[in-house]
């Protein structure tokens, strides 16, 4: 999951997973979906539509954008995955098991 998929540095993170072989989600603003479907995610999903995120458990997560979804992310990552990030750490980066 790429989160800020719309920005520069998350559609060069969006663009190179899948370039690898990833299945993408983009996470946006529920404003950029339109615009986010151009990154050529498998998926797009509003970050803003938590109900969906509850049962979400990605393998790995490229954050671009921090603040509380991070800290709701990182909680959600399959044991053994990947949480990155260009901002800050989430509050709860330490509590949390990867």
Do not use: C, W
């Amino acid at each position: 999951m790429v989160i800020g998929a719309v920005g520069s540095v998350g559609r060069s993170a969006a663009f190179t997973a899948k370039e690898r072989g990833a299945t993408v989600i983009a996470g946006v603003l529920k404003r950029q979906i339109a615009e986010a479907k151009t990154v050529g995610a498998d998926q797009v999903v509003a970050t803003t539509t938590t109900p969906r995120l509850r049962i979400f458990l990605p393998h790995a997560v490229a954050d671009t954008v921090g603040g509380k979804l991070a800290e709701k992310l990182i909680a959600k990552v399959k044991p053994g995955g990947v949480y990155a990030s260009v901002v800050e750490a989430p509050q709860n980066a330490r509590s949390t098991h990867l």
